[in-house]
């Protein structure tokens, strides 16, 4: 591992660790060359996922522009970075263990949604409306029509 500082490739392991879901090992890491301290992530990874685009397209599968989106989707909602996480490991193991190595990027897409209606219909709405491309109001009308019953995730503040 080279160090992101200096760019030596003698570092060593300080502590590892797993993470709060154990799908992950975080690896305290110490640079020889110039003493700088930083932290890895190690995820276990069952196959390389290509995703098909709508016009055809094959693209590797990007696991952190997955996570880019949801956390777009739950910005300023009350939902906690480790269930973002745990929402992003479980969307992830559900298409690597799909046995297929090439995802249509509609299934991503619907999974990402089909998560969030569990835990937020704002950010659920949000993720739609830019996933479905809604571009006038009445977009977001005939979308919300369908919506009966989802939870609207609430601060603790105003729960009290």
């Avoid at 760019?7 to 709060?20: F, H, L, Y």
């Avoid at 995703?51 to 522009?65: H, L, M, P, T």
């Avoid at 969030?116 to 830019?130: G, I, M, N, T």
């Avoid at 996933?131 to 979308?143: G, L």
Wanted: aromatic letters at 6%.
């Amino acid at each position: 591992m080279r160090c992101p500082f200096c760019g030596d490739a003698d570092t060593q392991v300080k502590d590892s660790r797993p993470t709060e879901d154990a799908s992950a090992i975080r690896r305290r890491r110490s640079c020889s060359g110039c003493g700088q301290r930083f932290t890895t992530v190690e995820r276990v990874q069952l196959r390389e996922l290509t995703v098909v685009k709508a016009d055809g397209r094959r693209v590797v599968f990007d696991r952190d522009k997955l996570a880019r989106s949801i956390r777009v989707a739950l910005n300023k909602r009350p939902v906690d970075e480790e269930r973002q996480e745990r929402i992003v490991n479980g969307i992830v193991r559900k298409l690597e263990a799909s046995g297929d190595g090439e995802v249509r990027s509609e299934l991503i897409g619907e999974a990402v949604m089909e998560a969030l209606k569990e835990v937020d219909a704002v950010a659920y709405v949000r993720f739609a409306s830019v996933y479905r491309d809604f571009r006038e109001a009445k977009d977001f009308e005939a979308f919300l029509g369908g919506m009966e019953g989802a939870p609207l995730a609430q601060p603790d503040s105003l729960s009290e």
